[in-house]
């Protein structure tokens, strides 16, 4: 089996426990929409597509468990309407598993319970939007290996006061979107930010519009700090 194709198994209300074989690459939209009693799953190493909705109306999925090495695409869109693969609000943990080096764009977009997010040593990228919303979300860290960060990756996370940002040399933090600049961190409930001891780049925009942000130590091994990286955050004490 290479492929779980679009509708596969929608509406299998019964089923309580999938396992993917190695061998699949791409999970169709819808493929285990309103599987009511799935717990969790595990998305195997050499998965490099989800279609949208694929474990939408998921009510009990509260674990992911994502090893997609280098997963591109976690979405689709529908009139101009995103439909992001996992959009279930029953979600509360995602574990990404040693070998992944990307996060696709919108894939947790939503998520409303999302409390936990352990990120693997190995992520590279973290794409557009890619947590946007997930509202229970109240502390990350950022590894060191991270270059990318999308526009709005964590934007609207209405309970994320606390960061701490260990990417060593992270470039890009923000989306263009008709020459405005979509930051990925715009966050209101942003207050403190913990800077590792070996980050040497603050990107443009990085934290731009954070407008609650209270603290942070730019640590001495920065050697860059971009353009506007910290505008907009008037609550700035020290």
């Known amino acids: 089996v290479t492929s779980i194709g679009g509708c596969a198994f929608h509406g299998c209300s ?24 799935l717990t969790s799953i595990t998305i195997p190493e050499n998965i490099t597509a989800i279609g949208g909705a694929a474990f939408q109306n998921c009510p009990n999925l509260t674990t992911v468990i994502f090893n ?49 997010i352990v990120f693997g040593p190995n992520i590279e990228t973290i ?14 860290t950022i590894p060191e290996g991270v270059t990318s960060i999308g526009g709005r990756a964590f934007g609207d996370c209405k309970s994320l006061n606390t960061i701490t940002f260990n990417a060593v040399n992270c470039v890009n933090m923000v989306t263009m979107e008709n020459n405005i600049p979509m930051p990925a961190f715009d966050n209101k409930a942003l207050s403190a930010i913990n800077f590792g001891n070996n980050v040497e780049i603050i990107p443009d925009y990085a934290f731009a519009n954070c407008t609650n942000l209270k603290t942070f130590n730019i640590p001495t091994s920065v050697r860059h700090i971009g353009y506007k990286s910290f505008y907009g955050c008037k609550s700035l004490q020290s």
Not at 82 to 97: D, H, K, L, Q, W
């Open 127 to 140: 794409g557009q939007s890619a947590f946007y919303g997930c509202t229970s979300l109240n502390n990350i």
């Open 68 to 116: 997609a090495r280098n997963c591109t695409v976690a979405h689709t869109i529908l009139s101009d309407n995103i439909n992001p693969a996992f959009n279930n609000n029953a979600i509360t943990r995602v574990e990404f598993g040693s070998q992944v080096t990307n996060i696709p764009n919108y894939i947790f977009w939503g998520c409303k319970g999302i409390t936990d």
């Open 14 to 37: 019964s089923l309580t426990a999938i396992t993917i074989p190695e061998s699949v690459t791409s999970i169709g939209d819808y493929a285990f929409y309103g599987c009511k009693t």
